[in-house]
């Protein structure tokens, strides 16, 4: 393991005291770079995903044109309902599509825990590569999506704003549900595991739609779950968890020994740190569509959250995807601001 | 002013001491009932909405089929912007489109405060005869969007997730925001007091995109005009607020001096209560897709939120519209449940 340069979130995640916050942005590799969109105009989004030199190029960009202090990989939750044998359809600017979810116990025999090396063995080529391409400037980071955030999308079949057949789903079949969501577990830990082996430096778990539920649902469908893939990573790597809007279940968050906790922009920070307690990094919050503002109203509220979240103990982020609107020059303001925050 | 029948709803706002808890459901007339589909293939949704005998027909729908203890008036928020000028299209199943949003200052020009007499006397006819029709059985509500909602449809143009053109707008021209924002605010509070002017017994306050918001720009962009409304509203009849999601706001909304305040399931009944102390009425919390689940489970659930909101000082209902596909049998457990709580 060769040094990084820059290695301020891994020290900031390990609760080490740094020089001054890190910063980066949740979809980083995306649509609001014209560079990716170049990209996107010659590959579709599958292309794109499983070509390792595609994904590593992507997944650099915001490196060199933004200057954020860590690289995300570029790739999708999706692509494990894929691996467990679900056909994922990802229609650019629609969203993606399930032609044949999960609706009853029959289905269920329709899908496996696959081994991931034979399915995603791409995303583990892709991290290689990207890792060889970055040459220890910054810190790699991969992902997954929360097993209930998966099992809304293998269930509904599409992206919903209430998620209630997937909900259903799981109230009206719940044996069926628990089984489903530990398919998705056994899959996820095996591909975090071989992430990590393959060489991120960290992993974050995305739960997108755990704010949809009530506390004591969330609990029971989705942290239950999150707690075993956490149990199973946070000795080998750091592990972050982020749950839009489970403000609700920040504490029980906490308690699972992750390293770092994203939270959304609908919560202050210093509430956030009363929920979480001392014991664990904080990552956010800064509203995407805030930096559609013109660039001194960015600054401003940049250093309004910094000064929220007072120092140390903190990633600086947004509080959910860079929207695919936001000009270059105003994502690179967010940036620079938390940059030069403490030397300021 | 004749005496109600049944005038539970209006003495819980009042903060009398009642013999059972109150039980209503917003979009209690809706797709869920057979009866409003048949409406809904013979007419156009304007159609139901501006004929009195169709909007008060479809008004009483839930009072005779599922038993609940006030009416709310079949309408839509969006026939503000409408008499305001803009126009709104309402696709079936497709939600709202308003062709041509507000993007700037000259588009301004477009709008105005009208005489909501002259412009929306079709809602006040509705309410007379709906009065006449459900002959004091139980109260009716009327309502209208919060201020903030009402501009992210006359912004976007259309629903959705994140409604950023609508944020944009207002981080990018706070004084245009603020203008039209006000503008919606004196017709709101005309629209308000003609609704009771006509016969409405209470009125509530949606603010179903007050939740994307951070809890600063809430207060600046939304709870300030909601505040308004309030003070204008509360002398002369029982105000309700909901602003879905904001559950970090729920101090500030029980301090603008209106009667009762709805929350979503995502916040627990005790933490509710913690947050908007003990001199307001609370209302909610069900989660609509737990409608779906089996009627014993709809019972027990049912009986645990009863239970964590205790007695007095409470109106049960869902924790936002009841689902389309939600069984009508299902609705009635939810209603008969809350019904026979106290006498159980």
Redesign the interface.
């Given at each position: 393991m060769s040094a990084l340069k820059n290695d301020l979130l891994l020290r900031t995640l390990r609760g080490e005291t740094t020089e001054r916050v890190p910063v980066w942005m949740m979809r980083q590799a995306g649509r609001y770079l014209p560079q990716y969109m170049q990209l996107r105009e010659k590959y579709g989004f599958f292309e794109r995903v499983q070509t390792p030199e595609l994904a590593a190029a992507i997944t650099i960009q915001p490196i060199d044109i933004i200057g954020v202090d860590a690289a995300i990989l570029f790739s999708d939750i999706l692509v494990v309902p894929q691996a467990m044998g679900l056909e994922v359809q990802l229609i650019e600017s629609k969203g993606p599509i399930l032609p044949e979810p999960i609706k009853t116990k029959n289905d269920l025999k329709r899908i496996r825990v696959p081994d991931v090396h034979e399915t995603l063995q791409y995303v583990f080529d892709a991290i290689k590569l990207t890792k060889q391409e970055l040459n220890d400037r910054v810190p790699l980071i991969g992902f997954a999506g929360a097993p209930w955030t998966i099992l809304c999308y293998m269930v509904q079949g599409k992206g919903s704003?209430?998620?209630?057949e997937a909900?259903?789903f799981c109230?009206?079949q719940p044996e069926l549900a628990h089984q489903l969501l530990q398919m998705i577990t056994d899959t996820t830990i095996a591909y975090l595991k071989a992430q990590v082996k393959a060489g991120v430096d960290t992993v974050q778990i995305f739960d997108s739609w755990g704010?949809?539920?009530?506390?004591d649902?969330f609990e029971n469908i989705s942290l239950k779950y999150i707690r075993q893939i956490v149990d199973a990573l946070k000795d080998e790597t750091l592990v972050i968890i982020f749950a839009k809007?489970a403000?609700?279940s920040l504490e029980s968050m906490a308690a699972t020994g992750a390293h770092g906790l994203g939270i959304d922009?609908?919560?202050?920070p210093e509430?956030a740190r009363k929920f979480a307690g001392n014991n664990i990094i904080l990552q956010g919050n800064f509203?995407?569509?805030?930096l559609?503002?013109?660039i001194p109203?960015i600054e401003k509220e940049v250093k309004h959250m910094l000064k929220g979240f007072g120092k140390g103990n903190y990633i600086a982020n947004l509080g959910h995807g860079i929207?695919p609107?936001v000009p270059v020059d105003h994502a690179k303001a967010f940036v620079d601001t938390v940059r030069n925050y403490n030397l300021g």
């Open positions: 704003k209430t998620f209630d909900k259903a109230y009206t704010g949809l539920l009530s506390k649902d809007g403000w609700h922009w609908c919560i202050e509430v509203d995407p569509a805030k559609l503002s013109p109203v929207l609107n």
